[in-house]
């Protein structure tokens, strides 16, 4: 029963959306009101369809009605709670339904929080994004349906890939679904302003926050899948610029350029064509994720199981959406009239270098993944693109973009000083080069690299407290440093956060990349490995019964200097339904770095293939991404910021413009 | 014109995925570096106990060869074994198995029980002489000359179009 409501619900969502996407675009040409309102009611109930038909499958699953194909193939009745929820958008059917209910859910938001965006233009956007909903319906009715029936229905379903069970990979789609889906408002936003013909520092004002709140989830959503692949793969890596990670990092590059450049939009009222083609760019490289997951173009680890009448639908739509747009950018960008000026020395200025940078990054990464695709398309035989040439490109355009990131944020708007910021600047250029100094000095050449990064990395930190400082002027008036602290804004805490974030990140690559150590090992119970000063004793293995696989788990007792610590206990799982092996590597993270065992395969005689890895200051890789996220969440709860805020003068200040604004006058 | 680039980068990309989609092929198969090259030596020991032992010789016998690489817990080479026994059988090709990292004596009894189109047998234990010649799964075989140079190598079982469309054009030509 569950199962047919949730598949008619889905067939009225469509036919809500079809309305939704066609009745206000006639209600804005004829400036008629009620075909505008139109358009919040379509949204909501898109979003209550989506959510029952959601509410349904989530149903199917968590009752293991295995007369449903898509709970058959990728349920089974003794997995863990857990799992047979996350099971839900665990495939390629009830991943595109989550995707759905994300797209509405976003759609409803944005009815629900612009009430004060003029209606014509709201009603633009939700027509934008009510026509998105019908491509991802149409795209889930016709090739992809999540509730067709089995009859007879098996007694037993065929379980979740073993992989796929883990509390990291539960959260890590949704997460990554909530920032790629986001950047669809951005998208709609982008095209209904082309579609009025009109950008304005309003414009960016409202998009931005959607923009924000996208970014933010995305830079959650890759952080957990690369923890993810860090402990879960047991391989010891975190990025491995596989064709699907790199499908979601460009959307990523693309928002971070889009949240810098919409500020020069809402500042100065210029790169405006510019600002909306990153929005269209950033949404596109989110379709362009979905497709290479699901379209078997590619190959990868994160492939669903592919079928080419969906890879020609999803290929199609894809076609329909970005050319679409474009054709449309090609037509309205004329439109869109240069607004104000800047000096070459000003912070908008740091911004345009800041974009043309992540943007260069992003098509470079774009060409590093498809190139095997040129190439194969040329007949020139097949190749792949390593990890070499994505680290030289980041390292080349990165660097620069870290330099930048010290010295941007000192930089006066409009018109600003290189001498004045680089004064300011100039104790942490000399903590850097100190710092990187003396790690080439300690460690005698070859790490050349290492001391490159690592000053970066500090030179970005020093320069954001730096910042923070000169805004409080703790060195003129140290007294009221603190009342000064206090006034200073979220938005900018979370610039400085994100900025530092960023440094942190930065700090825990360079260092763990250059200073794990690894050791690959056969033990005997009883043998102890010592790794970067730490003894693993090797304690002997046991076997262990799951829910649902069984283990062989490990036991390592880490001591350091003769006092123990901890004792690490790895499994490798033999899963029973589907049939599959996995490692579960440990980590004991220390302030220092993380402990890392995994344990292989048995090596004959009691002895037992082991990994054991201290990897120093791992941590910061993920403590950046938290800070990057927190600093994007303080900015997002600025009241400055936030949506509906009513249009303030500082916005229409500049006459020509808000004479020009078609909703001011509605 | 600059404002058209985006649009003619995104229509040249869809064409491309698009002939790519259409293209038939398969991304996880990659193609052999060993086309037009001898076959990498070897010598392994017969599943038939007391015969004598496989060796690179036993490829050079002036007629075309195929080389298979099977296993009994391989569900595919299952799928494939009738098509291999039609090969040797009515397409009078001699076909060698190599038994990849296999018990020997579920190597027989797969062969036992599907029945034995193989002329002559390997057993490839630890897998050693899939890596010399690139095997990356089983089954997968491999079409060689009379004198012992690999010709084409069949990714995956030889099931339905795949005997009739591809491996047999291909041994045609040889023939």
Not at chain 1, 53 to 61: E, P, R, S
Not at chain 1, 397 to 404: D, F, G, K, R, T
Not at chain 1, 456 to 467: R, Y
Not at chain 2, 31 to 51: M, N, Y
Request: glycine residues 10%; proline residues 6%.
């Amino acid at each position: 029963m569950a199962g047919e409501i949730g598949h008619f619900s889905l067939i009225l969502a469509l036919a809500f959306a079809l309305i939704g996407a066609c009745v206000p675009h006639v209600g804005a040409r004829r400036g008629d009101v009620r075909l505008m309102v139109l358009a919040d009611r379509a949204v909501l109930a898109q979003f209550l369809m989506a959510v029952t038909a959601f509410a349904a499958l989530t149903y199917a699953f968590v009752t293991s009605d295995f007369s449903v194909i898509n709970v058959a193939a990728n349920s089974h009745s003794l997995k863990p709670m857990l799992y047979k929820i996350s099971g839900v958008w665990g495939n390629h059917e009830g991943s595109l339904l989550f995707w759905v209910l994300i797209l509405t859910l976003f759609g409803a938001l944005v009815s629900w929080r612009g009430k004060n965006l003029p209606l014509r233009f709201r009603s633009r956007v939700l027509a934008v994004q009510s026509l998105l909903v019908v491509g991802f319906l149409c795209f889930i009715l016709f090739t992809s349906n999540p509730f067709f029936r089995l009859d007879p229905a098996p007694l037993e379903g065929n379980g979740l890939n073993p992989l796929l069970q883990d509390p990291g990979l539960a959260f890590h789609p949704p997460m990554l679904y909530l920032g790629y889906v986001g950047l669809s408002i951005a998208f709609s936003f982008a095209v209904a302003a082309l579609l009025e013909g009109e950008v304005t520092p309003l414009w960016a004002r409202w998009v931005r926050p959607w923009a924000l709140l996208a970014w933010v989830f995305l830079t959650g959503g890759i952080a957990l899948g690369s923890w993810w692949a860090y402990y879960e793969l047991g391989w010891g890596g975190w990025w491995f610029w596989d064709p699907v990670e790199n499908a979601s990092f460009m959307p990523w590059l693309a928002a971070t350029a889009l949240l810098h450049s919409a500020i020069v939009v809402e500042k100065r009222d210029a790169l405006k064509s510019w600002t909306i083609l990153l929005a269209i760019i950033a949404f596109s490289f989110s379709l362009l994720g979905t497709f290479l997951v699901r379209s078997g173009v590619i190959t990868s680890v994160h492939a669903f199981a592919t079928d080419p009448a969906r890879g020609i639908f999803i290929l199609g739509f894809l076609g329909l959406v970005i050319g679409g747009s474009m054709a449309l950018y090609a037509w309205r960008a004329p439109k869109l009239s240069p607004g104000g000026l800047f000096g070459i020395v000003s912070r908008e200025s740091g911004l345009v270098l800041n974009n043309i940078l992540l943007s260069t990054f992003a098509a470079v990464v774009l060409v590093g993944t498809l190139y095997p695709l040129f190439v194969e398309a040329a007949g020139a035989g097949q190749i792949t693109v390593g990890p070499p040439f994505f680290e030289f490109a980041a390292m080349v355009l990165m660097s620069p973009l870290v330099v930048a990131l010290g010295l941007g944020p000192l930089l006066a708007w409009k018109r600003g000083k290189l001498s004045r910021a680089t004064q300011i600047a100039f104790p942490a250029l000399v903590v850097a080069l100190v710092a990187g100094t003396v790690l080439v000095w300690k460690t005698a050449g070859g790490y050349v690299m290492t001391a490159f990064g690592f000053g970066l990395a500090l030179w970005l930190i020093a320069s954001v407290l730096l910042e923070i400082a000169g805004r409080i002027k703790l060195w003129q008036a140290p007294k009221q440093a603190l009342s000064g602290l206090a006034k200073i804004t979220r938005a900018q805490w979370g610039m400085s956060l994100a900025h530092a974030g960023l440094g942190v990140m930065l700090l825990g690559i360079t260092i763990s990349e250059a200073f794990t150590s690894e050791q690959l090992l056969v033990m005997t119970p009883g043998d102890t490995a010592t790794i970067a000063g730490y003894d693993f004793k090797f304690d002997g293995v046991a076997p262990v019964a799951g829910p649902n696989y069984t283990a062989v788990r490990g036991f390592f007792e880490v001591s350091e200097s003769g006092a123990v610590l901890t004792t690490l206990m790895p499994e490798d799982r033999v899963y029973t339904n589907p049939p599959m092996n996995t490692t579960e590597a440990v980590i004991y993270p220390l302030v220092s770095g993380d402990l890392y065992a995994v344990v292989g395969e048995a090596a004959g005689a009691g002895r037992w293939s082991v990994r054991l890895y201290f990897k120093p200051l791992i941590s910061g890789l993920w403590l950046g991404a938290l800070m990057m996220m927190i600093g994007g969440l303080f900015s997002l709860s600025d009241r400055r910021l936030r949506i509906g805020m009513p249009t303030g003068k500082r916005s229409i200040n500049n006459p020509a413009t808000a004479k020009r604004k078609k909703w001011v006058v509605l | 014109m600059k404002r058209f680039v985006p649009l003619l980068v995104v229509s040249a990309l869809v064409l491309l995925f698009l002939v790519m989609m259409l293209s038939d092929r398969n991304p996880n198969e990659i193609d052999s570096v060993l086309i037009g090259r001898p076959a990498p030596e070897f010598s392994l020991v017969s599943l038939k106990e007391g015969a004598p032992a496989l060796t690179t010789a036993d490829l050079k016998t002036g007629a075309p060869v195929l080389v298979n690489f099977f296993a009994s817990w391989c569900v595919p080479c299952r799928a494939e074994h009738e098509n291999l026994m039609a090969l040797a059988g009515g397409y009078r090709v001699p076909v060698i198995g190599i038994a990849y990292k296999n018990d020997p004596d579920k190597a027989r009894g797969f062969l036992t029980e599907l029945g034995n189109p193989f002329s002559k047998t390997g057993l490839d234990l630890d897998g050693r002489v899939g890596i010399d010649w690139g095997v990356s799964g089983v089954p997968e075989t491999f079409l060689i000359d009379g004198d012992g140079v690999i010709r084409y190598r069949h990714w995956g079982p030889i099931v339905g179009d795949s005997l009739t469309e591809r491996l047999l054009p291909q041994l045609k030509a040889l023939q």
